[in-house]
Nanobody, 127 residues
Framework: QVQLVESGGELVQPGGSLRLSCVAS????????MGWFRQAPGKEREFVAA????????YYKESVKGRFTISRENAKNTMYLQMHSLNPEDTAVYYC????????????????????WGSGTQVTVSS
């Protein structure tokens, strides 16, 4: 079973930046769609960003547009989430997700559309 492993989460001050990484445990794992979700205490898991690897299209939660960038480095089989201008509302556990098959646009924001998940990395934005 392929596992996804996130890293990069930490405590950061408001206005700061972080880059999260997600690596698949198997070099041969090929995903068609990858995404980032987050879950704050007492809240449901929510969509943050997605990357459709077969056409390069990117999708973002409205509140992170212009601040977050999702990307992938094929040579390292690693996906990233670059985050800038962080604010306390961004505090959450961030999860990497992937799916071998394509996901239609209308389903990209649904956690159940993804077959593989990481265990999460904590991002805390606080002064």
């Amino acid at each position: 079973q392929v596992q996804l492993v996130e890293s990069g989460g930490e405590l950061v001050q408001p206005g700061g930046s972080l880059r999260l990484s997600c690596v698949a445990s198997e070099d041969t794992f090929t995903a068609n769609t990858m995404g980032w979700f987050r879950q704050a205490p007492g809240k449901e898991r929510e969509f943050v960003a997605a990357l459709r690897l077969y056409d390069g299209n990117r999708y973002y939660k409205e509140s992170v547009k212009g601040r977050f960038t999702i990307s992938r480095e094929n040579a390292k089989n690693t996906m990233y989430l670059q985050m800038h201008s962080l604010n306390p509302e961004d505090t959450a556990v961030y999860y990497c997700a992937a799916n071998r098959n394509r996901i239609i646009t209308s389903a990209l924001r649904r956690p159940e559309s993804y077959g593989y998940w990481g265990s999460g990395t904590q991002v805390t934005v606080s002064s």
